[in-house]
């Protein structure tokens, strides 16, 4: 993929997910100071590790990120205006990721440039196309960022403190902070998977405001149901999660290659490349590989879930429904992702040349 296509709604998609990255990250800074204030040492640690953890990570992203896009070249000769004013210098670079505000930043930047190309945005109903060069980086760190945040942070936060709060529903110790941030850190995760999944896997379809919609709503359903099974699968067999997790990474690994059909052990890291995304399945392949993941991911979530459900007779009503809100959100989301793939992407993709290509920004420095 070369080229993004932006639209009059990423306006507002890009201030959200600003103003959601800095929510998730302050609510689990509270949530951490709660459980020290109510003496829960072990869960202040681990909540602290890992939030501190993806700020350090997320630092060092956001400078390498920056200053290797400040290097880039544009695709034309001449210099175009640069929508990181700022990241020219490397000094101001390396200084705000150090204070934590660069992945946030980025996706003001990215705000603020559609804000200023509203009218053309509004007004280009196949969107605007921006092509390989400083602007496409920008989009494309932007989400690589919010990535690394929702895998580093929003997801263990969003596991620990439904955990937490699943354990401490008998003691009435639930405090407010805990019932916003976690949410939050839902929200976020559900932003960064629908954001890397329209990124990565329709990047050839022209798609609408109601096309993302239906994706974000079958992702919600289908991580609402994979968080529920976890959480009370671990309430229950606390030292068997590791054989799950171990368990689904290999049966991933080894079905995914026998899906790629070769025999050739230098191809390993080819496919390596593939399962990460950086080179392209095939059509049918990619077709078989996502009927499987989901497969995979919905027996992993009903098993889990059936094991505490049956094998476990106390707190009865709270198991029910858990088990009814597992099978509701993995099936319901599954349906909805069937139904957009049915319904909203069975037109061309945008390399077919009988549709008509988008304008192309070209920016240009002001004098």
């Not at 390989?132 to 936060?157: D, I, W």
Request: glycine letters at 4%; charged letters at 15%; a neutral charge.
């Amino acid at each position: 993929m070369a080229e993004v296509r932006l639209k009059w709604f990423h306006t507002f998609l890009f201030l959200f997910q600003a103003i959601l990255t800095i929510a998730d990250t302050s609510t689990d800074i509270m949530t951490c100071l709660t459980y020290r204030a109510n003496d829960d040492q072990q869960w202040f640690a681990v909540s602290l590790g890992v939030t501190l953890l993806t700020l350090i990570v997320l630092c060092i992203w956001s400078v390498i990120a920056s200053t290797s896009r400040t290097w880039t070249k544009d695709d034309a000769d001449d210099e175009t205006g640069n929508p990181d004013v700022i990241f020219r210098s490397t000094t101001i670079n390396v200084a705000l990721a150090c204070l934590c505000v660069g992945p946030p930043l980025h996706s003001v930047q990215l705000f603020i440039f559609c804000a200023c190309r509203f009218k053309e945005l509004w007004n280009s109903p196949d969107g605007l196309r921006i092509e390989k060069g400083r602007l496409y980086y920008l989009y494309v760190h932007t989400l690589n960022l919010k990535m690394v945040e929702g895998l580093l942070e929003s997801a263990p936060q969003l596991m620990i403190q439904v955990y937490v709060m699943v354990m401490q529903r008998e003691e009435a110790k639930i405090e407010l902070i805990q019932m916003i941030s976690a949410p939050v850190s839902f929200l976020a995760l559900v932003w960064m998977s629908t954001s890397m999944e329209v990124l990565r896997e329709f990047e050839k379809y022209n798609l609408t405001f109601l096309h993302n919609v239906i994706i974000f709503l079958g992702n919600a359903g289908m991580i609402a149901a994979r968080t529920l099974a976890i959480v009370f699968f671990t309430l229950y067999f606390p030292w068997r999660l590791p054989y799950v997790i171990g368990l689904h990474c290999l049966v991933m690994v080894a079905t995914g290659f026998l899906l790629w059909r070769s025999n050739r052990k230098q191809d390993i890291s080819y496919y390596l490349k593939k399962l990460r995304g950086t080179a392209p399945f095939g059509a049918a392949l990619q077709t078989l590989s996502t009927i499987f993941w989901h497969a995979l991911f919905t027996a992993e979530n009903i098993v889990m879930i059936s094991v505490c459900f049956f094998l476990h007779d106390e707190n009865k009503w709270i198991n029910t429904s858990a088990f009814a809100a597992v099978l509701i959100g993995n099936i319901g989301g599954i349906l909805i992702k069937w139904l957009s793939w049915c319904c909203c992407f069975s037109g061309q993709p945008q390399g077919d040349e009988s549709i008509r290509r988008p304008t192309t920004i070209i920016l240009r420095p002001t004098n």
